[in-house]
C-alpha cells in the first residue's frame, strides 16, 4: 500500500496534509485561549475578588443566596459596563431598603447610562428589563444562579460546538506515534470532561459542592486538548520516518 496517499503516521503525509493539520490546530488552540479568556473576564467578579475562584463557579450555577440577581451581575459579566462607584451605590440600594426614592437619585441614573440601551423591551433581547422602578425590583430577589433555560441552552451549544472540534482536533492526532496507554485516554478524556463539565452544571444547582467538579473536567479537557494539539504540531514537523534495517 502507499502509504503517501494511506497516511498512518505524521511522516507519511504530504505537505499539503501537513499545512493544512497545522493551520486548524494554531486556530483551534488560539480558539481556546480565548475562550479561557472569556471565561475569565465573565467569571471574575462574582465573589467581588479578583481573579477566578472556586466560588466563582459556585456563584455562576448555584448562586449567591444570600444576594439578588442584579448584584449578581453587576459584580460578575456586566461589572465591566460599570465603575465600582456606580457599582457600590447600586449595591447599597439593594441591600438597604430598595426604595423607590432612592433607586430614583442613585440607581436609575446609571441604569440609563449604561444598561437601558439594551435592557429595554425594543431591543429584541431575551435580557431583564430594566426600563423602570417595578421591572428593577423583579431583577432585586434571591439569586439562585443561571436558569434551567440558560444551562439548557448552552449545553446544546456546547456539545455540538465543543464535540465536532474535540473529534477533528482527535482525527489528527490520531497520526500521532505514541505508545497506546498515552494515545487512547489522550483521545477519550476530552470526551469524558466534556459531558462531566456540562453535567456538574446541573447538579451544582442542587448542591454547590459539585462546582469542584466543573473545576475537574474544566482541567481535564484543557491539558487533554492540549497535549494533542502540542503533540501533533511537534510531530507533524520534525518526526522522521524510521530507516528500514
Same mark, same amino acid.
Given at each position: 500500500?502507499?502509504?503517501r ?57 448555584? #448562586? ?11 459584580? #460578575? ?19 438597604? !431598603?430598595?426604595?423607590? +426614592? ?12 449604561n ?8 431591543s ?15 431583577v432585586?430577589k ?18 455540538? #460546538? ?7 482536533? !482527535? ?47 474544566? !482541567? ?9 494539539i ?10 522522521? +520516518?524510521?530507516? +528500514?534495517?
Amino acid at each position: 500500500m502507499d502509504t503517501r496517499r494511506y497516511p498512518k503516521f505524521f511522516y507519511h503525509c504530504t505537505m499539503s496534509e501537513k499545512l493544512l493539520f497545522t493551520c486548524f490546530l494554531l486556530i483551534i488552540g488560539l480558539g481556546y485561549l480565548m475562550a479561557l479568556t472569556y471565561l475569565f473576564l465573565s467569571h471574575q467578579n462574582y465573589d467581588s475578588k479578583p481573579g477566578v475562584s472556586y466560588e466563582d463557579i459556585v456563584y455562576s450555577y448555584y #448562586g449567591n443566596r444570600s444576594g439578588t440577581i442584579l448584584e449578581s451581575a453587576i459584580r #460578575g459579566n456586566m461589572a465591566g459596563y460599570l465603575t465600582m462607584v456606580e457599582r457600590n451605590k447600586m449595591v447599597d440600594w439593594l441591600k438597604n !431598603g430598595q426604595t423607590k +426614592e432612592k433607586f430614583e437619585a442613585q440607581v436609575q441614573p446609571t441604569l440609563k447610562n449604561n444598561c437601558v440601551s439594551c435592557h429595554n423591551p425594543t431591543s429584541g433581547l431575551k435580557i431583564p428589563d430594566l426600563t423602570s422602578y417595578e421591572k428593577v425590583l423583579e431583577v432585586s430577589k434571591v439569586d439562585k444562579g443561571a436558569s434551567i433555560f440558560t444551562l439548557v441552552k448552552l449545553s446544546h451549544i456546547h456539545l455540538f #460546538g465543543v464535540g465536532l472540534f474535540l473529534f477533528c482536533v !482527535g482525527f489528527i492526532f490520531r497520526y500521532a506515534v505514541l505508545p497506546g496507554w498515552i494515545k487512547y485516554p489522550l483521545i477519550v478524556i476530552p470526551f469524558l470532561a466534556i459531558i462531566s463539565d456540562i453535567t456538574a452544571w446541573y447538579v451544582t444547582k442542587w448542591d454547590p459542592h459539585y462546582a469542584t467538579v466543573v473545576v475537574i473536567s474544566g !482541567g481535564a479537557l484543557g491539558l487533554a486538548l492540549g497535549c494533542q494539539i502540542l503533540i501533533s504540531l511537534v510531530q507533524i514537523w520534525f518526526l522522521r +520516518e524510521p530507516k +528500514e534495517e
